[in-house]
């Protein structure tokens, strides 16, 4: 696996990511977190648009996308329920979704980021069981809860070295 900048030409098969993701997460009791609607286009573009984006892939197939960015993150400016585990500069993992069609293309990504910066910040939704395994399993921390632009509720996760 391998992975690079999103560009333009990857659009149709990163949302196609994205909607089976809300596919998935329907199926697996998560209904909420990203509904029918999120991330839309304009917000994947931005990303891309922005060099935050990015895919991995096998064999030239996309088989996950992610947002990774270093700095400060708004969202995570205020933690409730517990602390960050260190206030050190972090990176940061957002959207991600895999395919599904390569095993651990979404371990390889958080590991990725996390290899880039060595403290990572991410969160999901109370109701994203897959995705709280696989950061408990990553080898990541609940350190809390924060509230995402809309105010909802995320768990959420670090990892330092």
Same mark, same amino acid.
């Given at each position: 696996?391998?992975?690079?900048?999103?560009?333009?030409?990857?659009?149709?098969?990163?949302?196609? %990511? @994205?909607?089976? +993701?809300?596919?998935?997460? $329907?199926?697996? !009791?998560?209904?909420?977190?990203?509904?029918?609607?999120?991330?839309?286009?304009?917000?994947?573009?931005?990303?891309?648009?922005?060099?935050?984006?990015?895919?991995?892939?096998?064999?030239?197939?996309?088989?996950?996308?992610?947002?990774?960015?270093?700095?400060?993150?708004?969202?995570?400016?205020? %933690? @409730?329920?517990? +602390?960050?585990?260190?206030? $050190?500069?972090? !990176?940061?993992?957002?959207?991600?979704?895999?395919?599904?069609?390569?095993?651990?293309?979404?371990?390889?990504?958080?590991?990725?980021?996390?290899?880039?910066?060595?403290?990572?910040?991410?969160?999901?939704?109370?109701?994203?069981?897959?995705?709280?395994?696989?950061?408990?399993?990553?080898?990541?921390?609940?350190?809390?809860?924060?509230?995402?632009?809309?105010?909802?509720?995320?768990?959420?996760?670090?990892?330092?070295?």
């Amino acid at each position: 696996m391998r992975i690079r900048k999103t560009t333009m030409d990857d659009f149709t098969a990163v949302m196609k %990511i @994205y909607h089976d +993701a809300q596919d998935f997460m $329907k199926i697996h !009791g998560n209904p909420d977190q990203w509904g029918t609607f999120y991330p839309t286009d304009e917000l994947v573009k931005s990303d891309i648009m922005k060099g935050t984006s990015y895919v991995c892939t096998e064999d030239d197939t996309v088989a996950a996308v992610f947002v990774f960015k270093s700095g400060p993150d708004a969202t995570y400016v205020r %933690i @409730y329920d517990g +602390a960050w585990l260190n206030e $050190k500069e972090y !990176g940061v993992v957002h959207r991600i979704a895999s395919s599904h069609s390569v095993k651990g293309a979404a371990a390889f990504c958080i590991d990725w980021a996390f290899n880039q910066c060595g403290n990572i910040r991410i969160d999901t939704h109370a109701d994203n069981i897959p995705m709280q395994q696989l950061l408990t399993k990553l080898g990541y921390t609940r350190c809390g809860i924060i509230h995402t632009f809309d105010g909802t509720d995320r768990f959420a996760y670090q990892k330092t070295k």
